[in-house]
């Protein structure tokens, strides 16, 4: 079964960087596009970010500027580097690819969510 598994979320204060990584289970043939989403309370889903196979990317205005996407083919991870975070950047970030399981054919997967709090 496909897994998506996120890591590095927490508490940062104004100004602070944090690093996302979100890592693909083996039972994976190919990815396609992956990227990250963010829920803030009271609000809808929305893209942060997003990297294609190829490595082309594309952000939200949001955080155009500040934060970073990359991938690793061959490890099957996506990360997120956030700089310059803002307390409008609360929220819970989720990882998301199009993923071909072994088995299974071509799908849409999410990860659990990580948590990413910016305060003083």
């Known amino acids: 079964q496909v897994q998506l598994v996120e890591s590095g979320g927490g508490l940062v204060q104004p100004g602070g960087s944090l690093r996302l990584s979100c890592a693909a289970s083996r039972s994976i043939f190919s990815i396609k596009g992956m990227g990250w989403y963010r829920q803030a309370p009271g609000k809808q889903r929305e893209l942060v970010a997003a990297i294609s196979a190829g490595g082309s990317t594309n952000y939200a205005d949001s955080v155009k500027g500040r934060f970073t996407i990359s991938r690793d083919n061959t490890k099957k991870t996506v990360s997120l580097q956030m700089n310059s975070l803002t307390p409008e950047d609360t929220a819970v970030y989720y990882c998301?690819?199009?993923?071909?399981?072994?088995?299974?054919?071509?799908?849409?997967?999410w990860g659990q969510g990580t948590q990413v709090t910016v305060s003083s």
């Open positions: 998301n690819a199009e993923i071909y399981a072994v088995g299974g054919g071509w799908g849409d997967y």
